[in-house]
Protein backbone atom coordinates (compact mmCIF):
# COMPACT_ATOMS: atom_id res chain seq x y z
CA UNK A 1 0.00 0.00 0.00
CA UNK A 2 1.31 3.52 -1.35
CA UNK A 3 1.24 6.66 1.44
CA UNK A 4 1.70 9.91 0.20
CA UNK A 5 3.13 12.56 2.70
CA UNK A 6 2.85 16.08 1.04
CA UNK A 7 4.98 18.25 3.82
CA UNK A 8 8.44 19.50 3.80
CA UNK A 9 10.31 17.71 6.62
CA UNK A 10 14.14 17.53 7.80
CA UNK A 11 15.94 14.66 7.75
CA UNK A 12 15.32 13.28 11.21
CA UNK A 13 11.94 13.17 10.75
CA UNK A 14 12.26 12.00 6.97
CA UNK A 15 13.68 8.93 8.38
CA UNK A 16 10.95 8.16 10.92
CA UNK A 17 8.75 7.57 7.95
CA UNK A 18 11.65 6.32 5.75
CA UNK A 19 11.90 3.42 7.54
CA UNK A 20 8.30 2.08 7.02
CA UNK A 21 7.82 -0.95 5.44
CA UNK A 22 3.82 -0.98 5.85
CA UNK A 23 2.64 1.39 4.82
CA UNK A 24 5.43 2.21 2.19
CA UNK A 25 5.37 6.19 2.67
CA UNK A 26 6.67 8.44 -0.22
CA UNK A 27 7.25 11.97 0.84
CA UNK A 28 6.81 15.27 -1.42
CA UNK A 29 7.53 18.59 -0.42
CA UNK A 30 4.83 21.20 -0.26
CA UNK A 31 5.87 23.22 -3.44
CA UNK A 32 6.97 20.36 -5.41
CA UNK A 33 3.63 19.51 -7.39
CA UNK A 34 5.01 18.31 -10.70
CA UNK A 35 6.42 15.50 -8.64
CA UNK A 36 3.25 15.63 -6.09
CA UNK A 37 0.84 15.12 -8.74
CA UNK A 38 2.90 12.31 -10.39
CA UNK A 39 3.05 10.72 -7.10
CA UNK A 40 -0.52 11.02 -6.24
CA UNK A 41 -1.73 8.91 -9.53
CA UNK A 42 -1.11 5.34 -7.77
CA UNK A 43 -1.27 6.67 -3.91
CA UNK A 44 -4.12 4.55 -1.81
CA UNK A 45 -3.30 6.78 1.64
CA UNK A 46 -2.80 10.67 1.06
CA UNK A 47 -1.19 11.87 4.55
CA UNK A 48 -2.48 15.54 4.67
CA UNK A 49 -0.96 18.06 6.86
CA UNK A 50 -0.90 21.78 6.26
CA UNK A 51 -1.58 21.79 2.07
CA UNK A 52 -5.11 21.95 1.60
CA UNK A 53 -6.81 18.80 -0.01
CA UNK A 54 -8.98 20.30 -2.48
CA UNK A 55 -11.65 19.11 -5.07
CA UNK A 56 -8.92 19.17 -8.21
CA UNK A 57 -6.45 17.08 -5.96
CA UNK A 58 -9.27 14.72 -5.05
CA UNK A 59 -10.25 14.06 -8.92
CA UNK A 60 -6.69 13.39 -9.67
CA UNK A 61 -6.20 10.61 -7.31
CA UNK A 62 -8.17 7.99 -9.09
CA UNK A 63 -6.71 4.93 -6.68
CA UNK A 64 -7.04 7.18 -3.49
CA UNK A 65 -9.30 5.18 -0.65
CA UNK A 66 -8.25 7.38 2.63
CA UNK A 67 -7.00 10.76 3.49
CA UNK A 68 -5.22 11.02 6.64
CA UNK A 69 -5.34 13.97 8.74
CA UNK A 70 -1.90 14.28 10.52
CA UNK A 71 -3.37 15.88 13.80
CA UNK A 72 -7.00 16.65 14.26
CA UNK A 73 -8.28 20.10 12.13
CA UNK A 74 -9.91 18.79 8.85
CA UNK A 75 -11.27 22.17 7.90
CA UNK A 76 -8.38 22.13 5.19
CA UNK A 77 -9.98 18.99 3.27
CA UNK A 78 -12.73 19.59 0.77
CA UNK A 79 -14.87 16.91 2.66
CA UNK A 80 -17.90 16.84 0.38
CA UNK A 81 -15.74 16.49 -2.30
CA UNK A 82 -14.14 13.09 -0.66
CA UNK A 83 -17.84 12.30 0.56
CA UNK A 84 -18.84 12.25 -3.39
CA UNK A 85 -15.94 10.00 -4.21
CA UNK A 86 -16.20 7.61 -1.41
CA UNK A 87 -13.23 7.94 0.01
CA UNK A 88 -12.28 7.95 4.02
CA UNK A 89 -11.23 10.89 5.92
CA UNK A 90 -9.48 10.22 9.53
CA UNK A 91 -7.80 12.16 11.82
CA UNK A 92 -5.89 11.47 14.98
CA UNK A 93 -7.00 13.59 18.20
CA UNK A 94 -4.21 13.28 21.01
CA UNK A 95 -0.80 12.54 18.88
CA UNK A 96 0.49 16.15 18.97
CA UNK A 97 -1.05 17.49 22.63
CA UNK A 98 2.26 17.37 24.13
CA UNK A 99 4.10 19.41 21.64
CA UNK A 100 1.31 21.90 20.29
CA UNK A 101 0.77 22.47 24.77
CA UNK A 102 4.84 23.27 25.23
CA UNK A 103 4.97 25.44 21.97
CA UNK A 104 1.99 27.41 23.65
CA UNK A 105 3.75 27.79 26.76
CA UNK A 106 6.83 28.72 25.14
CA UNK A 107 5.21 31.50 22.63
CA UNK A 108 3.70 33.05 26.29
CA UNK A 109 6.71 33.49 27.63
CA UNK A 110 9.09 34.46 24.57
CA UNK A 111 6.06 37.39 23.92
CA UNK A 112 6.20 37.72 28.18
CA UNK A 113 9.46 38.20 27.70
CA UNK A 114 10.10 40.31 24.56
CA UNK A 115 12.24 37.86 23.57
CA UNK A 116 11.91 38.72 19.87
CA UNK A 117 12.48 42.20 20.15
CA UNK A 118 15.28 41.76 22.92
CA UNK A 119 16.70 39.36 20.12
CA UNK A 120 16.90 41.90 17.29
CA UNK A 121 18.39 44.64 19.35
CA UNK A 122 21.52 42.80 20.19
CA UNK A 123 22.04 41.26 16.95
CA UNK A 124 22.19 45.15 16.14
CA UNK A 125 24.31 45.39 18.39
CA UNK A 126 21.52 48.06 20.04
CA UNK A 127 22.44 47.09 23.69
CA UNK A 128 20.30 50.72 24.78
CA UNK A 129 17.38 49.49 23.03
CA UNK A 130 17.53 46.16 23.97
CA UNK A 131 17.28 47.62 27.66
CA UNK A 132 14.67 49.89 26.79
CA UNK A 133 12.77 47.20 25.40
CA UNK A 134 13.16 45.54 29.04
CA UNK A 135 10.34 47.86 30.04
CA UNK A 136 7.08 46.02 30.43
CA UNK A 137 8.14 42.51 30.57
CA UNK A 138 6.55 40.26 33.41
CA UNK A 139 6.16 36.78 34.42
CA UNK A 140 3.74 34.19 34.31
CA UNK A 141 3.37 33.87 37.86
CA UNK A 142 0.71 36.36 39.80
CA UNK A 143 -0.79 36.71 35.69
CA UNK A 144 -4.21 35.66 34.95
CA UNK A 145 -4.06 33.15 31.83
CA UNK A 146 -7.54 32.64 29.95
CA UNK A 147 -7.89 29.32 27.54
CA UNK A 148 -10.22 30.02 24.49
CA UNK A 149 -11.29 26.03 24.64
CA UNK A 150 -10.55 23.37 26.84
CA UNK A 151 -9.75 20.30 24.72
CA UNK A 152 -6.93 17.93 24.87
CA UNK A 153 -3.96 20.81 24.63
CA UNK A 154 -6.02 23.32 27.04
CA UNK A 155 -6.20 20.09 29.77
CA UNK A 156 -2.59 19.49 29.34
CA UNK A 157 -1.29 23.10 29.51
CA UNK A 158 -3.90 24.17 32.72
CA UNK A 159 -1.90 22.25 35.15
CA UNK A 160 1.86 23.35 34.06
CA UNK A 161 0.42 26.62 34.29
CA UNK A 162 -0.82 26.30 37.70
CA UNK A 163 2.11 25.34 38.83
CA UNK A 164 3.76 28.26 37.66
CA UNK A 165 1.95 30.12 39.67
CA UNK A 166 -0.95 31.47 37.12
CA UNK A 167 -4.27 31.31 37.80
CA UNK A 168 -6.32 30.23 35.10
CA UNK A 169 -9.81 30.82 33.80
CA UNK A 170 -11.37 28.86 30.50
CA UNK A 171 -14.20 29.17 28.50
CA UNK A 172 -15.35 26.20 26.34
CA UNK A 173 -18.90 25.17 25.27
CA UNK A 174 -19.19 22.89 28.22
CA UNK A 175 -18.13 25.77 30.58
CA UNK A 176 -16.82 23.16 32.76
CA UNK A 177 -13.63 23.89 35.33
CA UNK A 178 -11.61 21.54 37.30
CA UNK A 179 -8.94 21.63 40.14
CA UNK A 180 -6.96 23.35 38.03
CA UNK A 181 -8.92 26.23 35.99
CA UNK A 182 -12.36 28.52 36.83
CA UNK A 183 -14.66 28.42 34.30
CA UNK A 184 -15.88 31.92 33.28
CA UNK A 185 -17.76 33.60 30.49
CA UNK A 186 -16.03 34.85 27.58
CA UNK A 187 -16.56 38.61 28.04
CA UNK A 188 -14.86 37.93 31.51
CA UNK A 189 -12.15 36.13 30.20
CA UNK A 190 -11.10 38.86 27.68
CA UNK A 191 -11.83 41.75 30.02
CA UNK A 192 -9.56 39.98 33.01
CA UNK A 193 -6.85 37.70 31.07
CA UNK A 194 -3.29 39.16 31.07
CA UNK A 195 -2.66 35.93 28.72
CA UNK A 196 -5.23 34.54 26.11
CA UNK A 197 -4.36 31.39 24.40
CA UNK A 198 -6.68 30.15 21.59
CA UNK A 199 -7.50 26.14 21.67
CA UNK A 200 -10.91 26.08 19.76
CA UNK A 201 -11.31 24.60 16.53
CA UNK A 202 -11.91 26.52 13.11
CA UNK A 203 -15.59 26.43 12.21
CA UNK A 204 -18.15 28.69 10.67
CA UNK A 205 -19.22 29.85 14.13
CA UNK A 206 -15.58 30.54 14.99
CA UNK A 207 -14.67 32.37 12.04
CA UNK A 208 -12.34 35.63 13.03
CA UNK A 209 -13.69 34.43 16.34
CA UNK A 210 -11.50 37.09 17.78
CA UNK A 211 -11.90 40.22 16.07
CA UNK A 212 -12.16 44.48 16.65
CA UNK A 213 -14.81 43.61 19.65
CA UNK A 214 -12.55 41.45 21.32
CA UNK A 215 -9.55 43.48 21.50
CA UNK A 216 -11.63 46.10 22.10
CA UNK A 217 -12.61 44.41 25.54
CA UNK A 218 -8.83 43.10 26.37
CA UNK A 219 -6.43 44.75 28.63
CA UNK A 220 -3.44 46.57 27.65
CA UNK A 221 -0.96 44.43 28.82
CA UNK A 222 -3.01 41.29 27.63
CA UNK A 223 -0.79 38.60 25.76
CA UNK A 224 -2.96 36.87 22.33
CA UNK A 225 -1.41 33.20 21.54
CA UNK A 226 -2.85 31.10 18.80
CA UNK A 227 -1.63 27.81 18.31
CA UNK A 228 -5.05 26.93 16.72
CA UNK A 229 -6.33 28.00 13.68
CA UNK A 230 -5.48 31.86 12.25
CA UNK A 231 -8.86 31.77 10.88
CA UNK A 232 -9.78 32.39 14.42
CA UNK A 233 -8.23 36.13 14.73
CA UNK A 234 -8.76 38.84 12.23
CA UNK A 235 -5.55 39.56 10.97
CA UNK A 236 -6.35 43.22 10.19
CA UNK A 237 -7.88 43.84 13.60
CA UNK A 238 -4.96 42.14 15.54
CA UNK A 239 -2.48 44.15 13.95
CA UNK A 240 -4.37 47.70 14.39
CA UNK A 241 -4.30 46.72 17.83
CA UNK A 242 -1.17 45.84 18.50
CA UNK A 243 -0.06 48.87 16.73
CA UNK A 244 -2.28 51.18 18.61
CA UNK A 245 -1.02 49.62 21.80
CA UNK A 246 -4.36 48.51 22.88
CA UNK A 247 -2.62 44.95 23.80
CA UNK A 248 0.96 44.25 24.65
CA UNK A 249 1.52 41.50 22.13
CA UNK A 250 1.10 38.04 20.27
CA UNK A 251 2.98 34.83 19.92
CA UNK A 252 1.44 32.94 16.30
CA UNK A 253 1.79 29.56 15.18
CA UNK A 254 -1.10 29.61 12.43
CA UNK A 255 -2.29 32.19 9.73
CA UNK A 256 -4.32 33.14 7.27
CA UNK A 257 -3.97 31.72 3.61
CA UNK A 258 -1.30 29.32 4.77
CA UNK A 259 0.73 27.57 3.61
CA UNK A 260 1.59 31.30 1.91
CA UNK A 261 0.24 34.15 4.40
CA UNK A 262 0.79 37.36 4.10
CA UNK A 263 2.78 38.20 6.82
CA UNK A 264 4.09 41.79 5.89
CA UNK A 265 2.08 44.04 8.81
CA UNK A 266 2.39 41.35 11.41
CA UNK A 267 6.65 41.56 11.09
CA UNK A 268 6.07 45.33 11.75
CA UNK A 269 4.13 44.85 14.48
CA UNK A 270 6.44 45.29 17.94
CA UNK A 271 6.18 42.68 20.45
CA UNK A 272 5.23 39.90 18.07
CA UNK A 273 6.46 36.18 17.73
CA UNK A 274 5.89 33.89 14.48
CA UNK A 275 6.59 30.58 13.99
CA UNK A 276 5.58 28.95 10.75
CA UNK A 277 2.69 26.38 12.08
CA UNK A 278 5.31 24.11 13.51
CA UNK A 279 3.67 23.64 17.30
CA UNK A 280 2.92 20.08 16.46
CA UNK A 281 5.89 19.08 14.47
CA UNK A 282 8.55 17.36 16.69
CA UNK A 283 9.95 13.67 15.94
CA UNK A 284 7.75 12.45 18.96
CA UNK A 285 5.03 13.36 17.52
CA UNK A 286 5.57 12.25 14.25
CA UNK A 287 6.47 8.72 16.04
CA UNK A 288 3.28 8.66 17.60
CA UNK A 289 1.07 9.78 14.31
CA UNK A 290 2.84 6.67 12.34
CA UNK A 291 1.34 4.37 14.72
CA UNK A 292 -1.91 5.68 13.70
CA UNK A 293 -1.34 6.09 10.08
CA UNK A 294 -0.26 1.54 10.05
CA UNK A 295 -2.95 0.89 12.42
CA UNK A 296 -5.43 2.49 9.75
CA UNK A 297 -3.33 1.41 6.46
CA UNK A 298 -3.78 -2.34 8.15
CA UNK A 299 -7.62 -1.77 9.12
CA UNK A 300 -7.61 -0.28 5.52
CA UNK A 301 -6.33 -3.15 3.65
CA UNK A 302 -8.41 -5.46 6.51
CA UNK A 303 -11.46 -3.86 5.43
CA UNK A 304 -12.29 -2.88 9.08
CA UNK A 305 -13.20 0.18 11.52
CA UNK A 306 -11.15 3.04 10.55
CA UNK A 307 -9.82 4.59 13.99
CA UNK A 308 -11.02 8.47 13.89
CA UNK A 309 -12.66 8.32 11.21
CA UNK A 310 -14.44 11.85 10.10
CA UNK A 311 -16.15 10.71 6.74
Known sequence: MKALLHLNLGPASEAIFAKAQFPRIVSVGENDWDRFYR???DTEVLLHSLVPVTKEIIAAAPRLRLIQKIGIGVNTIDLNAAREAGIAVANM????????????????????????DLDRALRADDWVSSTAAKEGVGEISGSTVGLVGYGAVGQRLAPVLAALGAKVQVWSRSMQGDGHVEAVALDQLLATSHIISLHVPFTP????????????AMRPDAILVNTARGELVDEAALVEALMEKRIAGAGLDVFHNEPR?????LRACPNVILTPHMAWLTPQTLARSFDVIAENCRRLSAGEPLLHRVV
Do not use: C, Y
Open 39 to 41: ELS
Open 93 to 116: PGTNTQAVAEHALGLMLAVLRKVG
Open 205 to 216: QTDKFIGRDAFA
Open 261 to 265: PALAA
